[in-house]
């Protein structure tokens, strides 16, 4: 199956500070990559879509200042948490569609801690 | 706006007894569903979707439209097929985002 990577896989940052997250898809082209939230023993929570070559498109009350998203090439999308607070330690994990109909398949990538202190 | 339900947050059963994991969604078009699951320290990964009908480790769902249900059924459950487990749904209007239930830990007793 195809691989997704993030990096990094853990961070710890000082309240105010930036972090950013990158997804990469390593063995396919990806013209859209998906960002989730996911908090303790919860779901993953959709935060935007990721678009190659335009704006990402962001869910409602997700806010696009703060949680910056790039998709820099066909192959890796940033996401940075900006100005980062206590309430933004999360697990943030990325996901690449691939294929269509029957072969239609979503990829996930091991996912991102973020502690914020 | 699409949604998608997991009644049971925690399931636990015993090895070689049948499982059933319930899923219900609420959506006025034709969804996709797909059933991934959440292995102990690994990612999230495909376990089957509706639209292929096969059968994944034994697993097998069936997308009830009269119902809106599509729950996950293993005839003997294994001790391996502990995980979380999670139900989703892709809108045909929503391009491949996907809208994920609130999982359910299922735990198979030796």
């Known amino acids: 199956g195809a691989v997704v990577s993030q990096h990094p896989s853990w961070v710890i940052c000082k309240s105010g500070t930036s972090v950013k997250i990158e997804c990469r898809s390593l063995?396919?082209?990806?013209?859209?990559m998906f960002w989730y939230r996911q908090f303790p023993k919860q779901s993953l929570m959709l935060m935007a879509t990721s678009n190659e070559g335009s704006k990402a498109t962001y869910e409602q009350g997700v806010e696009k200042d703060k949680f910056l998203i790039n998709h820099a090439s066909l192959t890796l999308s940033t996401l940075t948490v900006t100005s980062a607070h206590p309430e933004d330690s999360s697990f943030y994990i990325c996901s690449v569609p691939r294929g269509g109909g029957f072969a239609y398949e979503q990829y996930f990538g091991p996912g991102t801690r973020l502690t914020v202190t | 706006a699409q949604r998608v339900t997991q009644p049971e947050k925690l399931l636990s059963v015993f090895k070689g007894a049948p499982v059933e994991l319930k899923c219900n969604y609420s959506?006025?078009?034709?969804?996709?569903l797909f059933w991934y699951v959440q292995y102990s320290r690994q990612r999230l990964q495909l376990l089957l979707r509706h639209i292929s009908r096969e059968s994944i480790k034994g697993f097998t769902a069936d997308l009830n439209k009269g119902e809106t249900s599509f729950h996950l059924k293993k005839p003997f459950a294994q001790e391996e097929d502990s995980a979380m487990y999670y139900c989703a749904l892709s809108a045909e209007t929503s391009g491949s985002r996907l809208t994920f239930g609130e999982g359910t830990q299922l735990t198979v007793n030796p």
């Open positions: 063995d396919f082209q990806a013209t859209t």
């Open positions: 959506y006025s078009g034709s969804p996709e």
